[in-house]
Nanobody, 115 residues
């Protein structure tokens, strides 16, 4: 069983930045990948960014110019740096990881972008 604990959400104004963190309860090297999805009200959950065990990164096209994903191997933690936030980035952001054929989700952290 893998537990994912997110932190870093909150309320920001358009144009500001925010960094989300996701700490895994197991070694990050035992996971095929870790990353982030988000779900806005009334919309389906969508990919934000993933980082694989080998360090490859995948981004949603609409976010790759503003968001970056990184990890701290010693802390088993993945970070999502979000810059130039827009109103439409408002959503619950979920950490996601895969270990073999199993998939795991965090509890979600709310990000609200509003003036």
């Amino acid at each position: 069983q893998v537990q994912l604990v997110e932190s870093g959400g909150g309320l920001v104004q358009p144009g500001e930045s925010l960094r989300l963190s996701c700490a895994a309860s197991v070694s990050i090297f035992s996971l095929n990948f870790m990353g982030w999805y988000r779900q806005a009200p009334g919309k389906e959950r969508e990919l934000v960014a993933l980082i694989t065990i080998g360090g490859s990164r995948n981004f949603a096209d609409s976010m790759k110019d503003r968001f970056t994903i990184s990890r701290d191997n010693a802390k088993n933690t993945v970070y999502l740096q979000m810059n130039s936030l827009k109103d439409e980035d408002t959503a619950v952001y979920y950490c996601h990881a895969a270990k073999g054929a199993d998939r795991y989700w965090g509890q979600g952290t709310q990000v609200t972008v509003s003036s």
